[in-house]
Each structure stands twice: as C-alpha cells, then as structure tokens.
C-alpha cells in the first residue's frame, strides 16, 4: 500500500524531528557520569579546618591577642612582633575565603585562602591568595604553624 505523497514527506519530516530530538535530549539523570564523590572528612581534617577559620576570623576582627594565641612556638619565632601587628592591624572591611585543604602528613594540614580587604577610598579590594598551614597541637588541638 502506498501513501500519497505529502503523508510520505510529513512521516518523513516528522521521524527527522523525532531523530533530533532524542539526539539533542540529555541522558537521564541515572545514566550520567557523576563525579567522584570526594572522600570522607576524616575528625582531625574537621578540627584543622575549625582552628584556621578561628584564626582568620580574628584576623578579619583585628583581634591580635586570638591571633597570637592560635600560633604555635615556631610561627611565633619566625614571625616578629611588628610583623604579627602589621598582620593584625587595619581597618575597614575585611574577608576571607577557605579553600579545601590536604593533608601534608599526619598532623599538618594546608589550606589555600583568599585574604580581601576593602581600600581605603572604598573603591574595591585587594586580594591576597596564600595558604595556611595547621599542625596538631595535642587531642582536637590545632595552631596555626604558617601564617597565610
């Protein structure tokens, strides 16, 4: 049996509209790749990563005193006192971004960070990309071994 003509060419135009669109449509969520999922936190990574966030919290509040107290004995000598205050001191707005960090070994941790502070005509911000680096101090106890 032999359709006539313009139903040929619509069936024709139509499987063509079908074909593209099941081409053009994304896979269902399930046939997707998914990225890796990253790996568990382990405890001591979660403590690390509390004791920066404390420590660049009180240099966002210009608190030098908090500061000081969250460094170990080593960063503290290798840091002079005008140093630590130039560090500390400022005034305006301040932020700061943490990064996920890695572990170096065990007891050490590095975390990239983005330190902003606004101008002082107000017209922008610096940034300054470092990391800082943590180390255990004792059971849940971090300090800061590198300043950012």
């Not at 966002?60 to 001191?89: C, I, P, W, Y």
């Not at 932020?95 to 050490?108: C, D, K, T, V």
């Amino acid at each position: 049996m032999r359709f006539p003509l313009f139903l040929e060419r619509r069936c024709a135009w139509g499987a063509f509209l079908l074909l593209n669109l099941l081409l053009l449509t994304p896979a269902p969520a399930a046939a997707r790749k998914h990225k890796e999922a990253p790996p568990p936190l382990e405890p001591e990574y979660v403590s690390a990563l509390a004791s920066a966030n404390h420590f660049l919290t009180a240099w966002q509040t210009a608190d030098l005193e908090t500061g000081v107290l969250l460094l170990t004995d080593r960063a503290k000598h290798q840091t002079s006192e005008l140093g630590l205050k130039n560090f500390f001191r400022g005034t305006g707005a301040r932020g700061f971004e943490i990064n996920r960090g890695r572990r170096l070994r065990a007891g050490r941790y590095s975390f990239p960070v983005v330190l902003a502070r606004a101008t002082l005509e107000g017209h922008g911000a610096q940034r300054k990309y470092s990391q800082i680096i943590l180390s255990s101090t004792g059971k849940d106890d971090w300090a800061v071994d590198r300043l950012p």
